[in-house]
């Protein structure tokens, strides 16, 4: 059964950085679109950054666009955000997100995503 596992969370400063990490573990997914969203206390959960696994596609949510990058390591299947330029509106919970393939279009629906993590606590201090 696959499963996904998050790591790389923490409490940093405005202005810091940190990276997280989600490894696929249990199984495969073909051709994966891998996926980071983000709960915010008293929020829904919202999409950050999707990248497409053999095609590299990728897309940011507009309020992180230019301070997050994802990215994937092929030689495991593991998908990576790197976080500059933290706010404290950055802090949440985040999530890992995986799905089969799916179309550009979709990429920012959470509905489409068959696996989620646990999730990751990110606390961003002003």
């Known amino acids: 059964q696959v499963q996904l596992v998050e790591s790389g969370g923490g409490v940093v400063q405005a202005g810091a950085s940190l990276r997280l990490s989600c490894a696929v573990s249990g199984g495969t997914i073909n051709n994966p679109t891998m996926a980071w969203f983000r709960q915010a206390p008293g929020k829904e959960r919202e999409f950050v950054a999707a990248i497409r696994w053999r095609e590299r596609n990728t897309a940011y949510a507009d309020s992180v666009k230019g301070r997050f990058t994802i990215s994937r390591d092929n030689a495991e299947i593991s998908v990576f955000l790197q976080m500059d330029s933290l706010k404290p509106e950055d802090t949440a919970v985040y999530y890992c997100?995986?799905?089969?393939?799916?179309?550009?279009?979709?990429?920012?629906?959470?509905?489409?995503?068959?696996?989620w993590g646990q999730g990751t606590q990110v606390t961003v201090s002003s």
């Open positions: 997100a995986a799905s089969p393939r799916l179309i550009l279009s979709a990429m920012r629906s959470q509905g489409m995503y068959n696996y």
